[in-house]
């Protein structure tokens, strides 16, 4: 069995995996497990009120999990950076993202990957996927396998090694609200 196929394996079960994604290495599971995705947090010490974000496929998957998207977030900036390094808070259907993925709230924040792996991750397993990147809250984000804390590393049930595709996290905007608010600069400059 191939590695990737390992790591589809896992995540189809409820598992949590490290994973190469078109930014930083990123630490998840399926977005609609979330006795996995608690898992994550824990993992991580990840406080409980900071959600987390949310890595698709396609669009198409992105409708199934949000409320209608504002043309003006398609035009102006999914249409622009997608699929990459930026990823975007709106409103989501609560009915199919648990409570702890949001932090409670009512939105979620979403990207789609171009990274290759990623991408057959997710379309393998059938569902988003939960990727937070793969540190201990606070500590400093892996872009390289070697970075990876093996401590972290111990704590989940599979790592795929692979090539991330940047250096820097994705940049997170909140369009929830108007006006729209950056919320983490990153890989992408937006001038808003």
């Known amino acids: 069995m ?3 196929q390992k790591a589809i394996d896992v995540l189809k079960n409820g598992g949590v995996v490290i994973f190469p994604t078109d930014t930083v290495y990123g630490i998840g599971c399926r977005l609609d497990n979330e006795e996995a995705v608690k898992r994550v947090f824990e993992i991580r010490n990840r406080p409980q009120e900071k959600a987390v974000l949310a890595v698709v496929g396609s669009i198409s998957q992105t409708e199934e999990y949000l409320q209608p998207i504002p043309d003006d977030v398609r035009s102006k900036l999914i249409q622009k950076y997608w699929p990459g390094p930026l990823t975007i808070i709106l409103p989501c259907k609560t009915e199919k993202v648990p409570s702890v993925a949001r932090a409670g709230g009512n939105t979620l924040a979403v990207r789609q990957t171009n990274h290759p792996v990623l991408v ?4 393998e397993v059938g569902v988003p996927l939960v990727a937070p990147s793969a540190n201990f809250a606070g500590e400093k984000t892996p872009t390289h396998f070697n970075e990876l804390d093996p401590k972290l590393c111990s704590l989940v049930d599979y ?3 692979g090539d991330c595709g ?4 994705s940049t997170i905007i909140d369009c929830s609200a108007t006006p729209w608010k950056i919320v983490r600069e990153g890989a992408v400059h937006i001038e808003l």
């Open 120 to 123: 057959q991750l997710i379309q």
């Open 166 to 169: 940047g250096n820097k996290p």
């Open 2 to 4: 191939n590695t990737t």
């Open 159 to 161: 790592v795929l090694e």
